[in-house]
């Protein structure tokens, strides 16, 4: 098997869904508004393995000074091959002439995967959401 990595935004609605659903991400239940959100998106990093997507990288930015990498994700039976490291990576590339590149991790045990990745947690910072579901 041979993962290839693309920037882009060449996926149907159905591959989206089928990755968010992968990991129980409630994004994946509304694979119309997922797709437009990741089509309009300042850039979307792709994994592939043939033609089936299985992994992905969103992020959203400024053009300039600030970017927020949003949704990382990897279907589960492809999980620990190290393809959410080379998206990250790919990602951090891509912003690194930027003075901040942000992530709010929606769990607590992906903190770590961050740290390793260079990341940082602000000392006196919060993540703070609203929902309107």
Known sequence: MEITYKETRDFTEKEVEELFLSVNWLSGKYPKRLIKALKSSSLVI???DGDKLVGLIRGLDDEEMVAFLHYLLVRPEYQGMGIAKHLLLMAKDKYRSFLYLNIMPDENKNIAFY???????????AAMQIRHL
């Open 46 to 48: 792709t994994a592939w």
């Open 115 to 125: 740290e390793r990745n260079g990341f940082t947690l602000l000392e006196e910072g």
